[in-house]
């Protein structure tokens, strides 16, 4: 999962403290294994200075807990980018379309299309899949043959995901 | 409706034909209070592959029945090569499903009474050949389908993978232009929705004929060029196949 | 077009259809058997009733100066009786040498002898001659049965002298007789129609309920044949092409049995007579046509049923419901009453000829309406058991009768219209009853009491073997006549006259047409004669011991021993003519017929509630798996048996009823229905039990049904 571009998207809510960003990130996306502080200042430090973010404040006491953040109109490009570019499938791909399906949902967009755009892809990628099974030998097969039960799991989740839209953003307001 | 000459076959890649073989523009359905198609729009063209799927409810059988003349829309057009068939007769509509359309449903609608051999010849029967060619033509396919040995077993003793390759046999005998498909691998495991579906992909493609497939099984859509999402009677999601 | 091995295939793969197919194959058979034997009976009717007419001869009356001279044959038609049964008889005078005008005879019986019909021939042998043999003398030969209408024909040509024959009345020249136009027959035609329709409509519901058997189950092969390309009318031709097959095996085999159970139809006595079986035969074009006409009638029912059945492409999914039952299906009911209504003369609506027409049309759309009206009453009453249910069985039922009404109708409407003809033909024959069965009547002769007028020089016997007492009538003064004779006032009470304003010694005269009537409506006019004249004797009743044997005794000595000008008989005999005994042989044959019309009925109700469970054998295996218990599908069964019956049962007994006071107030004014007699209802406890039976059996059908579940449908 892409901690970065999900903080830059939770700051694509609202302007926020470091130390409000990092436990909004552990309430939704902490479950397993919360975020370290020490991560959260770096990665915030270093979108500040690739242009995504600008720091619009300091509270007395000075440390980057206590500096307030802000999206910029970079930073807002890249999030919509970043949201409807869909994943090659791979084994992070299922975090990274829920935090994209939570920022989604939290900033007002489409989240049934972003899902829409991804099943489409992983279609592509089946389609592939089972043309490559045509003539190939018995090993081979049995390769597509996983990746395709893997891709179908991720198709389920999508489909299940995409049913239940509503229900989700009414729990995350 | 005298169908065309029997086309050679095509490659999946690029269709060169202008007009799509079927159209469905605005289609409106209704039964009783349910609404199932709710002005649907789609171009299939010749020898594509597209499996159509979405939720149940969503109205998808009910668009393949459209297209396949079985039942008449309230409203909209459905043109097969260019000329509408949403407005024929009863006794036309029946014509056009035995000469330029097949189908294989999800339990094989076989007679339960005939043998696969009869079954199979079934079509060509009603189009008025004599029973002699009618069972050489059909256990010709039945051979070409693998299941040839099959020929003199009634429904009830077969697999359900036999029986539908049987289903398939009888879809192909009067060489349609249009295959329709509601759910083929529905009651099968997942070797013989494989073998089911190789089959049918390999004969489509040699006839160059068109495949129209209803499915909610991801792996059985990925044997399409192309799939189409239905969401409450309408067409929410078209991609246009990609060349691999 | 089609080819036709398209429909040998489509025949011919249907082995596993065997007992459907057989189901079929033995209604029609059945039907057909049934269907030539009613026609025969019809037919026969009218072809014996031509051959024989000549027994009730007409001809012109003869000037009494030919029969003063002795030079022309005189034939003289009468009605004779024994215990009960009537003895047609021709009294005949022929001088020498006169050809004989009557077939059925060589020649003129001499005076003193007779030709006897084989069947009175036999009785004669049988019982002592006092009692009947003494009446007409030798036998001189038997009168040839084949110009008799049946077999049990008892049919007597005497031969008489002149003397006797002078004085009586209605005397024909036997050169001109030729037989009576039977105007009983057009009666007897008509009512014999009603009774051919009345057992013609189950076995025709029987027809149709055998062709649609497995209709449904054939529903999933002819929709799948739907979804491939055939059209409706290929799929009506494979449909017809089966019942075709089959009904014409069924027919053939209907011939056969028709011709098997012909001699045993011809035991039934109808109109007088049992029938010769060749009578009932209809002769071999009629029946090959008959047979035709069931064989395509079937057909097309079939094709016709599957065309209209809403079968499409889809259609085991979505099954198209039954259109709702209407209200103008009362319409034909009510069209068919009024129609019986209006065939009445009295009203003078219409003209004589077409009475006939009117009521049997109008009987057979009763019938018919009845049949019609019968889904709308069961649609109703299952709305009733909807909002009353509280059982699953009443839920399911109510739901099954709400789509599909006439169905459920079908399967009882046998029985309905069973009870409708038991009740029609009891009501009719209870109305007989009360008038064949002659009351004791006050005022009117005895059931001992012989009476006969008698010729001026006729010996007058003072003692009559078999009788107590022999009573004179006077007549020639004091207007009195053969008919309105001179008896005292004690004899008059003897006679059965009740007025205690009468003289024993005082003299009166009364009209023997009051004293031998049966309506209690006729006037006695009994008046006292005040001349001491006391005429000639004209008149003699003899008042038997019995009315068995010594009744008999006492009419053979009679017959015998005096001139009489009209022939011995009883107050019941003499009213036993015409109509009334029409109505009292129908009510034989209303019986049997009622009780053939039962089985037939309980055969339908049992192929079609079978039938019914087979098509959704699918249905009932799957709520046996789902846990529901055995009591609630027998309850299911049961119910969608005894739901529409109810709801028609009383419909059509009250049908019934009033349909056979309408046609008895046709036929006759001087009939009408009496009130149901305990054989009417142990007819309608044997129906109800033959239903119950068979729904007994069809319980162990749904019962044993679970080895057929649909295997591949999941």
Known sequence: MDNSLTLLGLLGVAPSYGYDLKHSYDRYFGLKKPLAFGQVYATLARMVRDGFLVETGTEAGGGPDRRRYEITPAGRERIAAWMFTPDVPSESLQSNLFAKTVVALLTDEDAGHLLDLQRAQHMQHMRALTRAKDGADIMHVLLYDHALFHIEADLRWIDLTSARLEAMKAQLK | ?244 | MMSLDFIRLAILGNKSALGRLSAIFAGIALGTAMILLLVGAYEGLSTREIRSAWIKPVGEAVPRESIAGGATAVLDGLQDWYRGSAIARIDVYAPHGAPVTLPGIPAWPAAGTFYASPALARLIAEVPPDLLGDRFGTLAGTIDPETLKGPDVLAVIVGQPLERMLPRGGLIVAATAKGGADTESIAYRVVAAIGAIGMLSPVLLFVVIATRLGAASRRETFSALRLIGATPRQVSLVAGAETLAVSTAGAVAGIALAALFRPLAALFPINGAAFFPTDLDVGPVPTLLIAAGIVAAATLVSALAIRFSGIGPLGASRSMAERPARWWRILPLLAGLGMILAANPQLELVPGILIGVLLLGGFAMVTAGIVLIGPWLTAWLGRLVAVTASGPAGIIVANRIAQAPVATFRAVSGLVIAVFMVTVFSAASSGVASRTNVAELPNRLPANALVAAIATNSPVPIDVPGAREIIVGYGGVASATAQAPIFTGAELRRLGVIDAALDDAGRYRVRLEGLRDVTGTVPLGVTPVDTAQTGAPVTLVALAADTGEALERARTALEAGTDWITIPATRAELNLLGVNRILKELAVVAYTGAFITIIIAGCSLSLATLGSIIDRRRIFGLMRLMGTPQPTLDRVVFLEAAVPLSAVLALSAVAGYLTAWLILRVITDSLTVGAPDLLYFAFLALGLAVALAILQLARRAVRGGDGDLATRFD
């Open chain 2, 1 to 244: 409706m005298d169908r065309p000459h029997q086309r050679p076959p095509r490659s999946h890649e690029s269709p060169t034909q202008v007009i799509p073989v079927l159209s469905a523009r605005t289609l409106h359905k209704r039964f009783g209070l349910t609404h199932a198609l709710r002005g649907a729009e789609l171009d299939i063209m010749a020898g594509e592959i597209v499996a159509i799927m979405g939720p149940s409810g969503s109205g998808k059988s009910t668009l393949l029945h459209c297209l396949a003349g079985v039942i008449a829309p309230d409203e909209g057009r459905i043109l097969l090569s260019g000329s509408d068939i949403g407005t024929l007769g009863e006794a036309a509509r029946s014509r056009l499903r035995l000469t330029r359309f097949g189908f294989v449903f999800q339990f094989g609608q076989l007679l339960p009474e005939l043998t696969a051999l009869d079954n199979a010849s079934l079509p060509l029967l009603l189009a008025g050949k004599g029973r002699r060619e009618a069972r050489r033509e059909a256990a010709a396919w039945l051979d070409r389908l693998g299941i040839g040995e099959q020929a003199g077993k009634r429904p009830a003793q077969l697999s359900g993978g036999q029986a539908q390759r049987v289903a398939i046999a009888r879809a192909l005998a009067m060489h349609p232009e249009v295959l329709f498909a509601d759910e083929p691998t529905g009651a099968l495991d997942s070797l013989s929705a494989e073998t089911t579906m190789t089959l049918m992909r390999d004969q489509v493609r040699a006839a160059g004929t068109t495949l129209v497939l209803i499915t909610h099984d991801p792996r059985t859509a990925a044997y399409a060029d192309r799939e189409v999402i239905i969401r409450d009677g309408r067409v929410s999601v078209d991609t246009r196949a990609v060349a691999a």
